[in-house]
Each structure stands twice: as structure tokens, then as C-alpha cells.
């Protein structure tokens, strides 16, 4: 059976995503925040694994996950939680730049280093959900955009570093999507929502998928999706 541990789960495109692979059969083991959301993750999904793990404090991580039992064989690690708070350089004050580089890029990074020895044994796959903020910054977005370039230079060191290990190293690029964080986005924004207009988090998780799915011959290293409406 193959096993996906995967941040994010309970809700968006991570949701989706532990709901696909849970319903084609394989394991999956969610990591919740704290223990109320690791409850409520192991309602909605009946038959995973959940664990705690609070990416707003990378460097408690590892303590963390030395106190539960993780699973003998990991075969994918999918990076989908994250957190966004728009505003200018000029405004935006050092706590939120510290809780985005956190959640976005520093546990990401922490959580790969863990796990890497038990996915060079798989010779796994780490995946980033990443952002189209990722490629480019526009005005507003500059501490959200810098977590997510530095996610991007994450992966491409990670990539060079792991090959010789038989792991690879996707990023997925993903424009706007019909989510819950989207809907905050535009509350930021003061912009109404209307999730019609963007691309559903069935589409993204449906390339991540294939990105998981791809013979052992060959490797997505770089997705972009955009909204096709």
C-alpha cells in the first residue's frame, strides 16, 4: 500500500487530495495543527492517520513527531497547508512576515528534513503546493510571495540534493482556486468571491496526482495551473 502523508488536509485542496488517495485505496496521515483538529480531521476521513504538528512552530516539530508513531514506509510528503495576509511593505508588521516565512517555508523545510531518511528508503516524492506567488509578486503580496519564491528555492536545492537518493521533488503552481483560503484572500482584498471564477481544488489535486503517478522513468519537477473559466 502506498502511504502520503500530507499537511493541510483539513480543508481546500488538501481535503480533496486525502480524499482522493483514501478512496483509490491508499494510507494516508494527515498532520492537524493541534489535537481538536486532529479530531475533527479523523471524523471527516474515516480510516487515515492523523498526527499533530504545529507549522507555526517549526522548531518544535521535531519533538513533536518524536512523541507519536509515524508510519514504517512513507512513499509521498505533499506540503499544502499554508497561510496568506496581504498588505504593503510599508504596513505589514514583522509578526505576519514571521507566521507566513513560518507555515509556508520553515516548517516545510523542517518536515522534509525529518522525513528524508525514511523517504530515501521509498524513494519517495516530496510535493510543495506552491503558488502562482511563487513565480512573480505584485503589489500587497510581498511577505505571502516571499515565502513562496523561498518554497520554490527549497525544492529546486532539494531536487539537485536528493537525486542521487531516488527522490523526487515536485512543485505544483497553482493560479487562483475556489478555496477557503481564496475566499479570505478576497475579504483581504475587499473583492466579493465568487468561487465560479476560479479553478476548483479538483483540478489541482487532479495534477498533483499525475505529478505522484508518473512511471519512475520520468519526473514533473514544475506544474503551473490557472483557471480555465
Do not use: C
Amino acid at each position: 500500500m502506498t502511504t502520503h502523508l500530507i499537511t493541510g488536509a483539513g480543508s481546500g485542496i488538501g481535503s480533496v487530495l486525502a480524499r482522493r488517495l483514501l478512496d483509490r485505496g491508499d494510507a494516508v496521515v494527515a498532520m492537524a495543527r493541534d489535537a481538536g483538529r486532529a479530531k475533527q480531521i479523523a471524523d471527516d476521513f474515516p480510516g487515515a492517520s492523523v498526527i499533530v504538528g504545529d507549522l507555526a512552530q517549526p522548531g518544535r516539530l521535531s519533538w513533536a513527531l518524536s512523541k507519536q508513531q509515524l508510519p514504517d514506509r512513507i512513499d509521498s510528503l505533499v506540503h499544502v497547508a499554508g497561510v496568506v495576509d496581504l498588505g504593503d511593505v510599508a504596513d505589514l508588521p514583522a509578526a505576519l512576515w514571521e507566521q507566513q516565512l513560518a507555515v509556508n517555508l520553515v516548517a516545510p523545510a523542517e518536515l522534509t528534513r525529518l522525513l528524508l531518511p525514511v523517504l530515501r528508503v521509498s524513494q519517495g516524492q516530496v510535493v510543495f503546493v506552491n503558488s502562482g506567488a511563487g513565480l512573480r509578486a505584485n503589489a500587497g503580496w510581498s511577505a505571502y510571495a516571499a515565502s513562496k519564491h523561498g518554497l520554490k528555492a527549497l525544492a529546486d536545492a532539494l531536487r539537485a540534493e536528493e537525486a542521487s537518493h531516488g527522490v523526487r521533488v515536485t512543485s505544483i503552481y497553482p493560479g487562483r482556486t475556489a478555496t477557503p483560503m481564496q475566499e479570505r484572500v478576497h475579504q483581504q482584498e475587499g473583492q466579493a468571491y465568487d468561487a465560479e471564477r476560479y479553478a476548483t481544488p479538483e483540478a489541482v489535486v487532479t495534477t498533483i496526482l499525475t505529478a505522484l503517478d508518473l512511471p519512475r522513468d520520468a519526473e514533473i519537477t514544475d506544474l503551473t495551473v490557472r483557471p480555465g473559466r
